[in-house]
């Protein structure tokens, strides 16, 4: 079963919710999505792709933002969406692919 409307913009609702306030360990921009604030119920394709910015709270990293694309799949949310970082990130453990 796709995605629907409603639970992308429920989704993306949640990822805006991260921020300074509260407890999450970082802020969470919206870059693009299917939606526009007004017409947010009116969606009707291509909701199965959002892509954003993270600016971590950890010490370390509080100097970046972090851009990765989320896509999800037919089968969302039994299967969990697929994540990429687009901004290179150098770590020993992490490979190109």
Known sequence: MPITPRQAWIELSRLKLLGPNGNSPGIFIVDESPFHEEE???ANSGYDFIAGRILPSADIYKEGAYRLEMKFSDQY???PPQVR???PIYHVNVDKD
Do not use: G, R, S
């Open 40 to 42: 947010a119920a009116a």
């Open 85 to 87: 970082f687009t901004t």
């Open 77 to 79: 949310p039994m299967t």
